[in-house]
Each structure stands twice: as C-alpha cells, then as structure tokens.
C-alpha cells in the first residue's frame, strides 16, 4: 500500500489492505474511475452529514487488481466493482445480454465510459444511470465487505453505506429473445423529465416464459411492475390488446406514472411500453 506524498489519497494494492483502511476510517470516500467527482457532485451523503476522511482524505481502488477481473461461467459472469466501463463493453461483447452492451454504450460519453467503472456507476449517490435500471431487470447481485465479513444482496436493495466496498457484481446470463432500451431527455448528466424505459422478455413454444420491465424517471425514481410481470407469463404471442392491458393498466395506475411524469413522459412511457409488448412474438 502507498500513500501519495503531500496528499492525503490512500492506494491500496490488496483488497485486504483497503478492508483494513476502510476499517480505520470507515467514512473515507472511495474514488474508482472519478468521474461522477469530476463534474463537481457531491460523495454520498456529503451534504446531510458531511462525508469524508480524516484531513479530507480518499481511498483509490485503482490499484486493486481483486477489483478488475471478469470472471464468465456458464449462468453468470462476475465482474469487479473497479472494472472500466469500456473495457466490460468490449470484453462481454460476444456474451453479455445485449440490452446490457446498450446500456454501457449510454453511460456517458467515450472519455467517461473509458474512465468510469461498473461499480462506481451503480453507487452514484445521487443519480440512477440507466445501466443500474438495466442491471436490476437482469436480477444482478453485489458483494459487499465490511471489516472482516461479506454479504451479498440483490441490487434492487442496495443503498450505498459508509464502511461498505463493493467487490463484484454478478450478473446472470440469461437467454432473452425480446430486449428493449429508450432513453428520453438528457441522461448524462441528469436533466429533468428524463425517461429510461427498458424490458426484457423471453419468448419459447409461442407463450411468454419470462418478463420484465422498468422506469427510471428523472434519473431518481424506479418504477417495477413485479405483479403484473407475473401475471403476463404463460400468455399466448403475439399478444391480444387484451394481454396487452395486464401491463399498461397498472403503469398507467400507478402513483409514480401520474405524480412523476408529466403528458409528454405519460405518452412516451406508454408508447415504448405498447411497442415492446407488440413487438413479442
């Protein structure tokens, strides 16, 4: 491990080396690709309660080689938490879901993309990117250390806490034969009345076997249809306008769609809504 000289930023060359830093000083931010800092936002929960390290210090993962590895099985693949988003791109090209290289080619422009990691983009404090949208419907799971001891969770639960790194993340290789991604408004960075709409299907022996869809609103808000995404397996493609109301109903119900989105978002969530269900089969 190193310390730079004349700055208080720690580089770490272990993982366990950034446990025990960590451990020391669990308020300290962690810097992966910087680029979220770059433009000026805040570490998370720097505004409520003022995060940061002892003299203003940081811990740079960087340096973790733990941290950078892509790891492909047959059902899944593991990806470090400090892995480029630009390098995952174009190593998962010929095995990554393709709704997911979508979505990494939309996380920033090429210098971001080439800079920023995996894992920094999904514990952005204050901001969801529409990876992170796209990661939860692929039903992803993190790694997490805290001191000594590790736990996993579904990434639709995680909140980023002070003393916790994120390690890897494991995303399930699932065969999809139907996959949509629009993005409305400006994504990066964050403008208002933006609209990420993203599903995901598989469609085998003329039925529905598996789906799933999601909202990202304004860069802040997920919106999940889980029930009706279950109520929609097993129906015969391609779908009647009645099948088709099992999904836009309850969008069209639910508080988010109406307190959240204003005509313009309203119709355009519909819209890629309806097309994807049309488009099954």
Known sequence: MSEI??????????????????????????????????????????????????????????????????????????????????????????????????????????????????????CIPDQILPVTLVLQLLDTRLDLRRGGRGHTLALANFRPNPGDILTRLRIPLTEWSNWSLNSFGTIWPRGDNSLTVAAVAHVEKGSVQEFRLGLLINGETILRLREAEMDILGRPVPLTERDQRIILTPLQQHPLYGSHLDDLGRWRATGAVRQFLRRLG
Do not use: M
């Not at 931010?29 to 995060?51: H, I, K, N, V």
């Not at 740079?60 to 047959?74: G, N, Q």
């Open 5 to 122: 000289a004349d700055s208080p930023v720690f580089v770490p060359t272990t993982l366990a080396e950034a446990i025990q830093i960590v451990k020391r000083n669990p308020r300290i931010p962690l810097w992966a690709g910087g680029t979220w800092w770059a433009q000026g936002r805040s570490t998370p929960e720097q505004d409520d309660d003022q995060l940061e390290g002892p003299h203003g210090a940081i811990l740079t993962l960087h340096a973790i080689r733990e941290l950078k590895r892509v790891v492909r099985s047959e059902i899944h693949v593991d990806v470090g938490a400090a892995v480029v988003v630009a390098r995952l791109r174009e190593a998962g090209s010929r095995f990554l879901p393709p709704v997911l290289l979508r979505a990494l080619e939309r996380t920033g422009p090429p210098p971001v993309r080439n800079l920023a990691t995996l894992g920094g983009a999904v």
